[in-house]
Structure formats: structure tokens, C-alpha cells
């Protein structure tokens, strides 16, 4: 049997975006992807995020915000950067880890302005949802190593 793809998903707080994809690819596709989250920087794990991906079915409550660092000596088959600040400031990962840029709008930013906690929430949803669809076509959707 060939072992799971060890695939980090990359954003700048590691708050949102990364730990809803992380949260999709552990609960899809546990028996295909060994999945990481981090972050260029360390923002905390947005309750917004946590909230929407309940909705779904799926628990990341006890996921916390990790540093790039934390996780540099994993041997990643890829890197998946999912906001452009996380794309444009990736590291440099050793071997032959491939890095793809995958962005998706950043709830938090869109959600601030919105006339409803409700319309907040359907952004993060939204943002969930693609995420999810991302996740379930992978590891096919990825380029070749």
C-alpha cells in the first residue's frame, strides 16, 4: 500500500483558510493525505472558522495556530499555499517538496463589513464550501512530483 501524501497547507495566521482545509482533508481523505496546517505568522484559531466547519460536520476546536517552523523538519510531498501573502512569502522546503498556490478569499477581511453576523457567516461558509471542493479533488487536482 502506498503511503498518504504528507501535504502542508500554507497561510499567513494559520487562523482560517489553512485549518478549514486542513479540517476537510483529515476528515475526506484521512486514508490519502497525512494533512498539516501553519502559518507564515501565528494569529490564532479564528472561532468563526471553527463555528462554520461544526456546521459541516467537521471539529478542528482542537487545532491550534502553528508557526512554519513547527513543521519545517516534516518531509512534505507538498505544500499548498491558500492566500497570496502565504504564495508571494513561502519558504524554502528541502528535498522535493512542491509548492502550489491555491488561493482562496479571506473570510475574516470580507465578514468585517458585513451588515449581518449572519452575512459574516454565509462568507465564511462560502469560503468553506470551496475549500471543501478543492480538498475532494485532491490528490489528483495536484500537479505531477
Known sequence: MESPLRILFLCTGNSCRSQ????????LKSG?????SAGIETHGLNPLAVKVM??????????????????????????V?????????CPFFPGKTKVVHV????????????????DGLNVYRRVRDEIRQFVESLPESLPAK
Not at 20 to 27: D, K, Q, Y
Open 54 to 79: 461544526a456546521e459541516a460536520g467537521v471539529d478542528i476546536s482542537n487545532h491550534r495556530s502553528k508557526h512554519v517552523k513547527e513543521v519545517m523538519d516534516i518531509p512534505f510531498d507538498y505544500v
Open 20 to 27: 478549514m482545509a486542513e479540517g476537510w482533508a483529515r476528515h
Open 32 to 36: 490519502v493525505i497525512e494533512a498539516y
Open 103 to 118: 488561493g482562496f478569499d479571506d473570510p475574516p477581511a470580507l465578514a468585517k463589513d458585513a451588515a449581518t453576523e449572519d
Open 81 to 89: 499555499t491558500v492566500c497570496g501573502h502565504a504564495n508571494e512569502n
